[in-house]
């Protein structure tokens, strides 16, 4: 089987833009891309998966 033709699916599940995290100091949330994940708004690293 090889249908490769322009209707290719693309599917952009939310996982792949980022895993979503919530920051337990100012409870912003927002998406972080690997371990290191800071809050974009008070740079905090006290940040939790959703
Ligand atoms: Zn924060």
């Given at each position: 089987?090889?249908?490769?033709?322009?209707?290719?699916?693309?599917?952009?599940?939310?996982?792949?833009?980022?895993?979503?995290?919530?920051?337990?100091d100012c409870?912003?949330?927002?998406?972080?891309?690997?371990?290191?994940?800071?809050?974009?708004?008070c740079?905090?690293?006290?940040?939790?998966?959703?």
């Amino acid at each position: 089987m090889c249908l490769v033709d322009s209707s290719t699916s693309i599917d952009i599940d939310s996982a792949d833009l980022g895993t979503r995290y919530i920051c337990l100091d100012c409870n912003t949330k927002f998406r972080g891309i690997g371990k290191k994940v800071k809050c974009p708004s008070c740079e905090s690293v006290n940040v939790k998966k959703i």
